[in-house]
C-alpha cells in the first residue's frame, strides 16, 4: 500500500482512500446499492459486500439530472455535476477527516442544493477540506436521486420520496461506520443550501430519521409546493413529456436512463420559462407529503415540537432572488405597474390592492435606508422575503418555541460580479461556510481582508455549532438565540453585527401580503 493510501474497514467490506495535505479522503463511498431496474422507483437498500480492497479515490457518478442551467455557470460550474458521469449508481458519498482514529470528532454531513433536480455532493464549492481542517471534524458529503427518479408521486408506484429516503440511508450509513473514520456518531449535524437546506428542515420532520443527527443548519430554506395534488400534477407532465397515456410501472423501470432525462429536461425548461423568478415556482419534483414517509409538512411538524430535540440554525441571504433575474435580464428594465403585477401573481393571489400596499411598504423600507429602489430592487426583495426569508422566519419561529437553541442568521455580504448587480445572492454563502472562496470563485466573494475575516467568522460558527449547538465564538459579537418578541440575527457581511429584526418593515409587510396574520 502507498504511503499516501489510507485503508478503513467498514461493514460492507474494506475501503482505500487518500491521504491528502493532512487529511485523510475517501470519495464515492457507496451507502446503498445502485437504484436502477427494479430498483428505479423504490427506496434504498443496503449495498452488497465486496471482497478486497474497494477504492474510493475518485468521486462517484452524479445523480440522474439535466444539464447544467445558467445558475450554474455563474459559479463557474462549481454546483454542477461538471464533467462528472451521471448515472443511477448515484448513492454515494465523500468523506474528509483529519484521522482515522478513536477522537470521535463533530460530523458534518452536507446535502446539496440544485433544486431537488440538479447538483452533487462533489462539487468543487463544497470541498470540505478546510472545514475538517479548521475545525478538526469529519465532513461529508453526499448524492441522493434528484427529478423525477428521486420524487415522482403517483398512485402506481409502490412508494414516494426515494430522494428523501435516500438522504435518510446516507445518515444511516454514517451512524453505523463513522467511528472507523475518526467521527463521533452521536454528534452529527446536518447542514445544506436551497434544496439542501429544505432537505434539513424536511429531515426534522421525517420520522425515520428521527436520532440520526443532533444539530441541523438550513441555508436558504424555501416553501415549494408539497401537497400530493401538485406531485400528482408534476407527474402527469412528466408522462406526457415521455408520451405515456398510461402509467405503467413495469415501463417506467426499464425505459433508458437517457429518456428520463430528457423528459425532465423539458419540463424543466418549461418550467424555468414560465417563472424564472425563484425556485419556488421552477422546481417540478420536491419532498411531497405522502402520510408516510413525510406525514406532516415540515413546517407544521417543526411549529409542534416534533424536532424539540435539536439545536437549529437557519438563515437566508439578503438579495437570494437577484441571482435567478440573472437568468431573465428583462426585470432589470420592469416598471412599478409591472413590479405591482407580479406581486399580485406571486405574493397576494391577484389582489392588486394589496400588490400594490406591498410594493409601497418595501420601496419606503428601502428609502428610509437609503437603498436602491427602482421596480426591479423592489421586485426582488419582495421575491427575496416571499421565497426565502419569511418562510425560514417561520420555521425559526415555530422551532424557538420548542427548542431554546435555535439561532438566525442573514448573510449580507454582496458579490463584486456584475458591479454588484447581484448583491448577496443565493447560494453566495456557500464558498465562505466552505472556505472555498478563494481561487477561480474569488471573482465571485471578492479578494481581501474583509472576505477572509467573514469566511472565518462563518466557518467557524458552524463548527461550533456542530461542536456544541451554540454557533458564538471569539470572532463574533455576543449572538443569543433567536425568540418571536427579540428575532435576534447575525449579520455576516462587511462586519459581523447583530440585529435585532433586521427588515422588520418588510416582515410585518409580507404577513399582510399573505394575508396570514402574523404581523
Not at 57 to 86: H, K, M, N
Not at 127 to 139: H, I, K, N, S, Y
Not at 228 to 233: D, G, K, L, N, S
Not at 363 to 378: H, I, L
Request: hydrophobic share 40%; glycine share 10%; proline share 6%.
Amino acid at each position: 500500500m502507498s504511503q499516501d493510501a489510507a485503508d478503513v474497514t467498514t461493514s460492507r467490506g474494506r475501503l482505500r482512500g487518500a491521504r491528502e495535505r493532512g487529511l485523510f479522503v475517501f470519495r464515492g463511498v457507496p451507502y446503498a446499492a445502485a437504484p436502477a431496474g427494479e430498483r428505479r422507483f423504490r427506496g434504498p437498500v443496503p449495498v452488497e459486500r465486496w471482497r478486497g480492497v474497494r477504492k474510493a479515490l475518485t468521486f462517484g457518478q452524479a445523480a440522474p439530472q439535466p444539464p447544467r442551467q445558467q445558475r450554474a455557470s455563474i459559479f463557474d460550474g462549481a454546483f454542477s455535476a461538471g464533467d462528472l458521469e451521471v448515472g443511477e449508481d448515484c448513492l454515494n458519498l465523500n468523506i474528509w477527516t483529519p484521522g482515522l482514529d478513536d477522537a470521535a470528532r463533530p460530523v458534518m454531513v452536507w446535502i446539496h442544493g440544485g433544486g431537488f433536480r440538479t447538483g452533487t455532493g462533489a462539487s468543487p464549492m463544497y470541498d470540505g477540506r478546510t472545514l475538517a481542517r479548521r475545525g478538526d471534524v469529519v465532513v461529508v458529503s453526499i448524492n441522493y436521486r434528484l427529478g423525477p427518479v428521486g420524487f415522482l408521486f403517483d398512485d402506481a408506484l409502490e412508494g414516494a420520496n426515494f430522494g428523501l429516503l435516500d438522504q435518510v440511508a446516507a445518515l444511516r450509513w454514517v451512524r453505523e461506520e463513522i467511528r472507523a473514520f475518526g467521527g463521533d456518531p452521536e454528534q452529527v449535524t446536518i447542514f445544506g443550501e436551497s434544496a439542501g437546506g429544505k432537505s434539513v428542515e424536511t429531515l426534522l420532520a421525517t420520522p425515520a430519521a428521527e436520532g440520526l443527527f443532533q444539530r441541523a443548519i438550513a441555508q436558504s430554506s424555501y416553501d415549494p409546493p408539497m401537497s400530493v395534488e401538485h406531485a400528482r400534477r408534476a407527474a402527469q407532465q412528466f408522462f406526457e413529456h415521455l408520451g405515456m397515456s398510461d402509467v405503467d410501472e413495469d415501463r417506467l423501470r426499464s425505459l433508458p436512463l437517457a429518456d428520463l432525462i430528457e423528459a425532465q429536461t423539458r419540463l424543466s425548461e418549461a418550467a424555468m420559462a414560465a417563472a424564472a423568478s425563484g425556485p419556488g415556482e421552477a422546481v417540478s419534483f420536491v419532498p411531497v407529503v405522502d402520510g408516510d414517509v413525510l406525514p406532516v409538512h415540515p413546517r407544521e411538524a417543526v411549529a409542534s415540537g416534533a424536532s424539540a430535540g435539536v439545536p437549529l440554525l437557519i438563515g437566508t441571504n439578503l438579495d437570494e432572488s437577484r441571482l435567478f433575474g440573472a437568468a431573465a435580464p428583462e426585470v432589470a428594465g420592469m416598471d412599478r405597474a409591472t413590479a405591482i403585477a407580479r406581486i399580485a401573481a406571486a405574493v397576494t393571489g391577484g389582489d392588486e390592492a394589496r400588490a400594490t400596499a406591498t410594493y409601497e411598504a418595501y420601496e419606503a423600507a428601502r428609502s428610509k435606508r437609503a437603498e436602491r429602489r427602482a421596480p426591479a430592487d423592489v421586485w426582488f426583495a419582495v421575491q427575496t422575503d416571499r421565497t426565502f426569508r419569511y418562510h425560514s422566519m417561520l420555521v425559526a419561529e415555530g422551532h424557538s418555541r420548542h427548542q431554546p437553541a435555535t439561532y438566525m442568521y442573514l448573510f449580507a455580504q454582496p458579490t463584486p460580479l456584475f458591479e454588484g448587480a447581484l448583491g448577496a445572492c443565493h447560494a453566495l454563502e456557500v464558498p465562505f461556510v466552505f472556505g472555498t472562496h478563494g481561487g477561480g470563485l474569488s471573482r465571485l466573494t471578492g479578494k481581501g481582508a474583509v472576505v477572509e475575516t467573514l469566511a472565518e467568522a462563518m466557518q467557524d460558527a458552524w463548527i461550533a455549532f456542530a461542536r456544541t449547538g451554540d454557533p458564538n465564538h471569539k470572532g463574533l459579537p455576543m449572538w443569543p438565540a433567536f425568540t418571536d418578541d427579540r428575532r435576534t440575527t447575525m449579520v455576516f457581511g462587511p462586519r459581523q453585527e447583530l440585529a435585532y429584526g433586521p427588515l422588520e418593515a418588510e416582515r410585518r409587510a409580507m404577513a399582510e401580503a399573505l394575508g396570514d396574520g402574523a404581523g
